[in-house]
């Protein structure tokens, strides 16, 4: 029996239309029964059920056994998921992932806080409490950084002082200099 070759992600329905869709788990088991031919399976069919079994966490090889297809097979319809199901990396996503981030970030250092004024709590957890802020803004400000999204300070310093000489007059002998300068350079 062909299997269809569109699919709901969650079921997979048989060329015939009288009969109701099968889940993935169901075909899974009449692949490994026999019942199906694993070869009869559509590509898109058969990374379904690669998918599904991944999430259940089987193994490459278990699931080559359970479909009776190469382990290449599977690690290829594996790139194929992934590749599908890749998020495109754009400058909103970015931002909507640290804004997110921040969030989070925010939360646990706001429950420190009441944890930090809290008399209820002994002294040495209000102590570890303030050491714990100053980690969380420290990570949050170094994964800032580090995924650019801020510059460096030295960066910032240049283009400021970058910024305040070119709105200065220039002294006499910066004149001379940029003068000789030039001549050298022709």
């Known amino acids: 029996m062909p299997l269809s070759p569109l699919i709901p ?3 997979v329905s048989l060329v015939e239309e009288a009969e109701p869709a099968l889940p993935v788990s169901d075909l899974v088991r009449k692949i490994h029964d026999g019942v199906i031919a694993a070869d009869s399976l ?4 058969r990374q379904s059920c690669v998918e599904h079994l991944s999430l259940e966490g089987f193994s490459t090889e278990d699931i080559a056994d359970l479909l009776h297809i190469s382990s290449r097979t599977v690690r290829r319809d594996r790139l194929a998921i992934r590749q599908h199901n890749a998020l495109t990396p754009t400058l909103e996503l970015g931002d909507e992932l ?16 009441r ?3 809290d008399p ?10 303030e050491e714990a802020i100053g980690r969380l803004y420290h990570q ?10 801020i510059k460096d300070g030295s960066a910032r310093i240049n283009e400021l002082e970058k910024e305040r000489k070119s709105k200065l007059p220039k002294s006499p002998m910066e004149e001379q200099l940029e003068k ?3 001549r ?3």
């Open 115 to 117: 944890q930090c004024n």
């Open 120 to 129: 209820n709590h002994p002294p040495y957890a209000r102590l570890w409490a």
């Open 9 to 11: 992600v969650a079921s």
């Open 140 to 149: 949050f400000i170094k994964l800032v950084h580090n995924i650019k999204f």
């Open 184 to 186: 050298r350079g022709r």
């Open 42 to 45: 559509s590509a898109q069919v």
């Open 98 to 113: 640290l804004g997110e981030y921040q969030a989070h970030t925010l939360a646990s250092i706001r429950r420190l806080i």
């Open 180 to 182: 000789l300068m030039n």
